[in-house]
């Protein structure tokens, strides 16, 4: 992706958010689903969904200022999705 093109789907994201107007899409395509042991396709495809661009630098941006939002609230033995700290720093605790 050139920095043009990069550059533009951010400012269209964030255009997005500014207004409440995004949608977390997925591309959706289908791969054979073959038999596990012999590696045969059975004819049969399976169903995969992958978030576009555009999706993962809104659900990013909405992440990181959920966490912005909610960090100082949280206490400092609370472990989940928090940054530097994880089921390891848990299990350290403990």
């Known amino acids: 992706m050139s920095d043009k093109a990069a550059l533009d789907l951010l400012k269209s994201c964030m255009n997005q ?15 054979d689903k073959g038999m596990e042991k012999e590696g045969i396709p059975n004819g049969k495809l399976r169903p995969i ?6 999706s993962r630098v809104i659900s990013k941006s909405l992440n990181n200022l959920i966490y912005l ?15 530097g700290k994880g089921t390891h720093t848990a299990l350290m605790k403990v």
């Open 49 to 54: 969904g992958a978030p576009t661009y555009e």
């Open 17 to 31: 958010c500014r207004k409440w107007d995004f949608k977390l899409t997925l591309k959706r395509f289908y791969l």
């Open 69 to 83: 939002l909610f960090a100082d609230k949280m206490l400092s033995f609370q472990h989940g999705y928090r940054k």
